[in-house]
């Protein structure tokens, strides 16, 4: 369960809209582009209630990032099998990299949204590790950086073969494969086998 519980609002209330359009304005603008008017704007609320239900822009993207967290929660919860694992990874790659990347340019600014950003990351460690079946705290660490990296790459080399990338992942890290590296699959670019 997420440290902070992300408040509940009925799905068409004002608070709920401003933290879908949050959320959107942070992937399609970036963080230093979202003001409180822009983002109630999207909402199609008065920009005052901004400040009445979460008290600052930053009080914004903090309940966003813990109603993130309880999302992910969840979907960690769903996942019990490496087929399942690989689609928690390759979500967090495709779908939520360009807004957890602009979450980390908020974080650096903002010591509310740092702290709470930890504990996600945190959090999104310790459950890939439950997943992977890892304790080794170097290697989940190791792998956790991997998934961060890979996820940043994604959004500048649109042409990865993250599929193919994420399962030798799995496969190095995870049960299935052990303490042991498996084989890493042919459809991942290798030195000998540059990429087309």
Do not use: W
């Amino acid at each position: 369960m997420s440290s902070h519980p992300a408040p509940e609002f009925p799905e068409e209330s004002a608070p709920a809209r401003l933290l879908v359009a949050a959320r959107a304005c942070l992937v399609e603008r970036g963080h230093a582009a979202c003001s409180v008017k822009l983002i109630a704007t999207q909402a199609g609320v008065n920009h005052g209630l901004v400040h009445h239900y979460f008290g600052s822009k930053e009080g914004l993207f903090a309940a966003m990032l813990d109603q993130l967290d309880q999302e992910m929660d969840q979907q960690s919860v769903d996942a019990d099998t490496p087929l399942d694992l690989q689609e928690f990874l390759l979500d967090i790659v495709f779908v939520r990299a360009p807004l957890l990347n602009e979450i980390h340019g908020l974080a650096r600014q903002h010591p509310q949204i740092r702290e709470r950003f930890a504990r996600f990351l945190e959090r999104r460690r310790h459950q890939i590790g439950e997943l992977l079946g890892l304790e080794d705290p170097q290697r989940l660490r190791l792998f956790t950086a991997m998934v961060q990296g890979l996820a940043m790459q994604s959004q500048i080399e649109r042409n990865l073969p993250l599929y193919s990338l994420v399962e030798s992942m799995v496969r190095l890290f995870g049960r299935q494969g052990g303490a042991t590296p498996g084989p890493v699959p042919p459809s991942v670019p290798t030195p000998e086998t540059p990429r087309s």
